[in-house]
Each structure stands twice: as structure tokens, then as C-alpha cells.
């Protein structure tokens, strides 16, 4: 099927090309040296494809190293309960850091006569 695709792409190009000599006002070339053109085109591809499938199962590196490099991110997991004491903190916090902000000295004072 991917054969097909190419030779549908191999002859889509060809025709671009011959339309665009046309419209140039220049000859069309030989149809010899066109189909010659399109020969070597699917040489070239099949080399290609035959490279890909020629792949050393031998000689290929152990999966370990091949992924044993990658990166993960640590996660916390948190319980309901603990985020929920963590917001109840924070809260709390801001809480205390407002009041502290409004009645400062008298806040202080408070604290030192318990």
C-alpha cells in the first residue's frame, strides 16, 4: 500500500513539473527521460526501505539502557485527611497573620497577660 502512495506522489510530481514547463512556455522534455527519472526515484526507494528492514536484532543495545534513562517526576500522594489538616493550617496562618496586621500591639499585649 505505501508502494502505491509513492507512485501516486512520483507521478503527481511529474505532471506538476510537465504543467509548469507549459505554462513557462518552455518545451516538454522527452518522456524517456521522465520515466528514466521516475526509475531511479523508486531504486532510491526501495534502497531505503530495504535499509530500514535490514536492523541487526543482534547487535541492539540491552532495553535497560535504552530505557532506563528516562525521568520521572516523585509524586506525593496525600490522604483526605491530610490536606485537609494541611488547609485548616494554612488557613489558620492567614488568620493570624491578618489579625496580626490590624490589632498588632494589643494582639501582643493579649498573649503576654495569659
Do not use: C
Amino acid at each position: 500500500m505505501e508502494n502505491k502512495t509513492k507512485e501516486a506522489d512520483d507521478q503527481a510530481s511529474e505532471l506538476r513539473k510537465l504543467l509548469d514547463e507549459v505554462e513557462n512556455g518552455q518545451e516538454v522534455t522527452n518522456l524517456e527521460e521522465t520515466t528514466h527519472q521516475r526509475k531511479e526515484a523508486e531504486a532510491d526507494t526501495e534502497k531505503k526501505s530495504n535499509r530500514d528492514l535490514n536492523i541487526d536484532i543482534l547487535n541492539l543495545p540491552p532495553r535497560k539502557e535504552v530505557h532506563g534513562s528516562t525521568k520521572t517526576h516523585t509524586r506525593l500522594k496525600m490522604s483526605n485527611p491530610s490536606k485537609r489538616f494541611i488547609t485548616v493550617a494554612v488557613l489558620l496562618v492567614v488568620l493570624f497573620v491578618v489579625m496580626f496586621y490590624f490589632w498588632g500591639e494589643e494582639l501582643l499585649d493579649v498573649v503576654e497577660n495569659m
